[in-house]
Each structure stands twice: as C-alpha cells, then as structure tokens.
C-alpha cells in the first residue's frame, strides 16, 4: 500500500460521508423555507459550530498557518482582531437579527431583512445588496476553491486544474441537493474535525523538535525578530489586522446561522460553544505556523514543500509527522474548513438570486418547489463561475479572502448593526452605507492609501452615511418604529 492510499480512502470516505447528509438533508428540505434557512430549527450546538466552520475557511489551515510561517508571531495580530469581532457580533447583533428577521415578514435573506425592515418599496435596497452579495461571495467562493485545488495537488500531485475540479466537485454536490440543512449538518461534523487537527498537530510538532522552550530557542536562534509582535509593523499595520475583526456584522454566511437559530434564547448557548472552538482552532492555527519555523529549521531536508509556498506549512507537518491514515484525517480537516464555507456560500448566493431576484422580479408566484429547484440551478451556476475565477494557479488564499472579507464587512455591516440597534435609521440611510461602503473598499483596495486595510475606511464612512442620511430625511414611519420596537422587547425578555 503506497504512501497516498490511507490519505486517499479517508479523503473518499469523508466526502461519502458528507454527500450521505446532504442526501438525508435532501428528505427533510420541504420547502423553500427549509433550503434557505433550514425552517429555522437550529439548536445552539448546530448554531454555534455552524457559525465557526462557516466562518473559518481554507485560510484557517493553510492561510494564517502559512503567514505566521513566514513573518512570526506578529501575523497572529489578525487573529486577535478576529476573536473581538466574532464576540461583538455575537453579543450584539445575532440574538437581536434573529429576533428581527422573524418580526419583518419572516425575512430569510439578508436583502430580504433590509428590503422589510426599511419599508423600501422600491425595491433598491433589496437589488444592491443582492448585488453586492454576489460579486463579493464569487471572490469568496473562488478562495475556497483555489484552498481546495491546492489541498488536492500538493496530497495526491494532481495537476491544478484536476485538482480544481476535483475539490470543488462533493462541496458543490451536497449543497446542490440538501441546502441548508445538509451545510449545517455538515458544518458540525467539519468543525469537530478542525478543532481535532488544531489541537493535535502543533502538540506533536512541538514533541518532534524538543519541548516547547527548545522549539523556542530555536525559533529565536533562527531570527529574534520571529519572536516580536510588533515585527515591521507601525500602528496603522496593527489596526489593519485588528480591523479583520470589523468583518464579522456584514458577512451573510454567519449571520445566515443565527437567523436560522430555534429562538434567541439558544444564541447565549452558542456564542460560548462558539467562542470556545474559535479560539482553540485559531490558537492552534497560530501554534502550527509558528513552531513549523521550528521544526523546518531543524529539517531544511524536509523544507521542499514549504520553500516553495509557506501556505502548505499544516500539509507539509501533518505528512511528515503522522501515520498515514491519521494524517488522511487531519488534511480532512483543510477540506472540511475549505467545504464548510464554500458550501454556506454557495448557498447565501444561490438565495440573493432566487428569494431577492427571480422571486421578487421574475416570477412573485413561484411555488415552493419551483424555488427549490431554481435555487439549486444557481448553486451550480455561482459553483461554475467560481471555478472559472479560481483557474489562475497563482492566486493566494489570504489575499482572496482578505477583499472579500473586507467587501462584506463595510457594505453590510454598518448597515447590520445600525440596523439591529437603532430604530431612527432609514432606507436611505442605509442605501447610502452600503454603497459608501462597498465604493470606499473598492477604491481604497486599488490605491492603497496609507497602506491601510480597506475595511476600516469602509466601515467608518459607511457608518458616517447612515448617520447623516437617516438624520437629514424624513424618520421611519410609526409602523416601522412599532415593529422594531416589539422585537427589540421580544429579545430583552428573558
């Protein structure tokens, strides 16, 4: 049995694995309702490791692992800033989204809760966001692809374009047929895995160069600089990375999850569970990048992989230092994180087209079923275009996720937060957040000012906009101030 034989049957089986739920979710999808938003039947168990897989994609394995790799422990800035965002998210907005989806028309879509909450008849709000949802969620959708070719070329030596098809090719599946419910189902099975793989691998690389203070003097022999948090970085590149954190209020494939939660009393429950397997996998993503350098400087011979493209550092280790049918479980782990995510946003593009395009311009009418199966159509159209996007072999993980990332977070977030805590805000308060927001990253992302990341600018001006456009125009009509009102009593009670 060759080297690639126990990583093959447990990559195949893994995916059977995740295809079997998407076929089981498929029984129980019976409406649209439940392919978007999975009826709204979510525990806090499912909610929490749902919103953690979903969110954390390829990158968690191969990007950050890989930054850390090569710059040191002041990579791990991002980290930080992402832990502070996902707790405010958490703390502030999901209890209170959850709340106000139900209380504006039973919103299933993020357009959808806009289009309703700021009785925008025109129907302007529900189109840009639409928009915005998917030119941004293609870019997403083609970071987790490239995550995927590159998990598959560098295991089974594919050449990059098999491995694209390939690794695209069960995530597009079960999404394609179980929707909402398979992605959930499978997010906690994937987010298991990931957390196993975390914990697991930076232990034995630290076991296989020495105990934790010889891998430390190592690293410090190797260069001092790998040990400092503040490595090459002013002030304006430490709020750059704190500023990933800000990402968290406007990205649809989260806050999709605590829309779909049984009620807002199961969110306290999920935001601990949540933050509990976040920062465990991202310290354990940070631990394997950072004592890889370790490791590699102790074994330059075994360096080939990692020389040629640090992002492959988890791959490399988890190869080196396991039993083949163990280190097939764990670059499961890279699958299921790139799976996870790609899957959920397939599925948030797969809803802007249907629910908030082809339902509310094409066809108002259309039966359940009928939505189903359009909503799958575009499932395998968004998988089709995404694949195409990732076709360049030099695109990089990191840097795909970090426009997206950025994209959503100052369109939708400022929009998100304003509009979950404050009733005095308007449709043209928030018209004009959002496309302040997604202007202000779109122009800042080409020219770079000040080298500072496009998300802080983003957010900051778009929040600016709907303070001012909602203030300077007529306030929400009585009906709108009543209905926030009763959700917001709704989510303080107990």
């Known amino acids: 049995m060759s080297v690639s034989t126990p990583m093959l049957v447990t990559f195949v089986v893994y995916i ?22 999975g009826g709204r039947s979510l525990g806090s168990v499912v909610t929490a490791l749902s919103a953690g897989a979903s969110d954390m ?5 191969m990007g950050l692992p890989g930054a850390i790799f090569l710059s040191g422990i002041s990579e791990s800035w991002i980290a930080i800033g992402l832990i502070i965002g996902a707790w405010l ?33 025109s129907k302007l709000l529900r189109v840009i966001s639409a928009v915005v949802i998917l030119i941004f969620f293609t870019i997403y959708c083609a970071s987790g692809v490239v995550a995927g070719a590159r998990l598959f070329e560098s295991t089974f030596g594919m050449d990059y374009q098999t491995a694209l098809w390939v690794g695209a090719a069960a995530t597009i599946l079960y999404t394609l047929v179980g929707g909402f419910l398979a992605v959930s189902w499978t997010d ?36 001092l600089e790998n040990l400092d948090m503040l490595k090459g970085l002013n002030f304006v590149a430490v709020i750059s990375l704190l500023g990933w954190g800000l990402g968290y209020f406007g990205q649809p494939h989260i806050l999709a999850r605590f829309m779909a939660a049984d009620s807002h009393h199961t969110i306290r429950n999920a935001r601990r569970i949540s933050m509990t397997w976040m920062i465990l996998c991202l310290g354990g993503a940070v631990a394997v990048g950072f004592f890889g350098i370790a490791y590699f400087q102790n074994h330059p011979d075994q360096a080939a992989g990692v020389s040629q493209n640090g992002e492959r550092v988890f791959i490399e280790l988890a190869r080196i230092l396991f039993n083949p049918w163990i280190a097939g479980i764990l670059l499961s782990a890279i699958l299921a994180a790139v799976m996870s995510t790609l899957s959920c946003q397939l599925l948030v593009c797969s809803s802007a087209l249907t629910e908030d395009l082809y339902k509310g311009f094409l066809r108002k009418n259309a039966s359940q079923k009928e939505l189903v199966w359009i909503g799958r159509l575009m499932v395998l159209v ?5 694949i195409a996007l990732a076709a360049n072999p030099e695109n990089r ?3 795909l996720v970090s426009y997206a990332w950025a994209g959503f977070g100052a ?10 805590c404050w009733k005095r805000m308007t449709r043209n308060g928030a018209l004009a957040g959002m496309v302040i927001g997604a202007l202000t990253v779109l122009l800042w992302k080409d ?11 983003g957010f900051a001006f778009a929040s600016i906009a709907i303070v001012v456009f909602s203030l300077l125009g007529r306030g929400p009509s009585e009906a709108a101030q009543q209905r926030f009102a009763a959700a917001e009593a709704q989510y303080q009670s107990k």
Request: glycine share 8%; hydrophobic share 55%; aromatic share 12%.
């Open 411 to 420: 369109a939708f977030g400022p929009v998100v937060l304003f509009g979950v």
């Open 188 to 223: 906690t099975v994937q987010a298991s895995l990931m957390i196993f793989a975390l914990i697991l691998t930076p232990v034995m690389v630290i076991i296989a160069v020495g105990g934790v203070d010889h891998s430390l003097a190592v690293i410090e022999a190797k260069s």
């Open 89 to 121: 998210n958490w703390r502030i907005v999901a209890g209170r989204l959850r709340v106000q989806t139900e209380h504006h028309d039973n919103a299933l879509t993020l357009p959808d809760f806009f289009s309703s909450r700021f009785e925008d008849k």
């Open 16 to 37: 059977l694995g995740m295809v079997l739920i998407g076929f089981i979710a498929y029984r129980a999808t019976k409406s649209f309702d439940d392919y978007i938003l």
């Open 447 to 457: 020219y770079g000012y000040a080298e500072l990341y496009e998300i802080i600018p």
């Open 57 to 61: 994609s390829g990158w968690l394995l």
């Open 397 to 399: 993980v990191l840097g």
């Open 382 to 386: 968004i998988a089709l275009i995404a």
